[in-house]
């Protein structure tokens, strides 16, 4: 079939000559000027990259069109053609839910990630070291109960062995401790049992003894009082609460007579006591202090056997009698 000179065979009909570049692709062209596929579509060993559409609208020139191991290492992931990029790590959880933990690095091919290293929590449980992000404690770990629980706080806690958290079973209540027989000061202010002087807890009412509550947590002091002057028991500050003392034990230089409780307790009353010589004329013998009394006379004979005769006269400081004038 001939054609006119404006016009072209096609199919065994004369259709309108194409002309490559003129926007729009014709009859007789593969694509038009301007135009690209990705090169995947037309190689597939080399599938990296983009072909353009040649000048004569036959084709799409794939001579710049790569395969993927050139792509690798040059520091772009294309991710048509590659996973990761050489040199590049992510953490295993993303990568692996039962191996959640490490780093995975990208596999020389950049065709995927190597997780050769990727390991399980449990991996990691008595290492010795505590990873915070995949474990609560490290075997062989100790925390105080009061960390863990308001209800039982007293004793320490084990770590668990997947090290998932801490072992409670050895922790105990704060009255659990009450009645013990010890004081667990942090816990207890006594113990059952246990009894403190009034003294030193209510000072204005120091008499007495105050027991350990029920609950351990404090002394029950309703039973102190102050002390009572006069009720023949010395008491808190009380000095004395008694009859009185002889002279003699709290005065060496006036040991003559008794010193009676001063009414508010607060020390003996000493002024009645006096001197060994206070009583000496006084004409009474106080056989404790004096062995006559001045005036008093004696025969002789029953003082000096040898010189029976006379009378012998009371010493000037009534501690014995004068027998100078005693003869035979």
């Known amino acids: 079939m001939a054609c006119p000179a404006n016009q072209q065979c096609a199919n065994g009909a004369c259709v309108a000559k194409s002309v490559c570049g003129n926007g729009q692709q014709e009859n007789g062209e593969t694509c038009e000027q301007g135009a690209t596929k990705s090169c995947k579509e037309l190689v597939p060993n080399k599938p990296v990259g983009t072909a353009h559409c040649q000048l004569d609208c036959k084709g799409y020139d794939a001579s710049q069109c790569q ?56 991996s990691l449980c008595g290492d010795g070291t505590w990873e915070s992000e995949w474990e609560l404690c490290e075997k062989g770990a100790v925390k105080p109960c009061k960390e863990l629980s308001a209800v039982k706080p007293v004793g320490n806690a084990v770590c668990q062995n997947n090290c998932q958290g801490y072992n409670t079973g050895g922790c105990k209540t704060v009255a659990s401790l009450c009645g013990n027989g010890s004081v667990e000061s942090e816990w207890e202010k006594c113990d059952k049992g246990f009894s403190q002087s009034c003294q030193y807890l209510v000072p204005d009412k120091p008499v007495g003894m105050a027991p350990c509550q ?70 009474f013998l106080e056989s404790n202090w004096e062995k006559c009394d001045k005036g008093f006379t004696k025969k002789c004979a029953l003082l000096t056997p040898d010189t029976p005769v006379g009378i012998a006269q009371c010493k000037p400081d009534c501690q014995g009698w004068d027998t100078s004038s005693c003869k035979k």
């Open 67 to 122: 395969n993927a191991a050139a792509l690798c290492g040059n520091g772009v992931v294309d991710a048509n053609v590659e996973k990761c990029e050489q040199g590049t790590t992510t953490a295993c959880q993303k990568l692996l839910p039962d191996k959640p933990v490490g780093t995975a690095t990208c596999q020389p091919d950049c065709q995927g990630w190597n997780t050769t290293f990727c390991k399980t929590k449990g």
């Open 214 to 283: 029920s609950d351990c947590q404090g002394y029950d002091t309703s039973a102190c009082h102050a002390a009572v002057c006069g009720n023949g028991i010395k008491e808190a500050d009380e000095f004395c609460d008694d009859k009185g003392k002889p002279c003699n034990m709290l005065m060496p230089d006036k040991p003559v007579g008794g010193a009676p409780c001063q009414s508010d307790c607060k020390g003996y009353d000493t002024s009645g006591c006096k001197t060994i010589a206070s009583l000496c004329g006084n004409g």
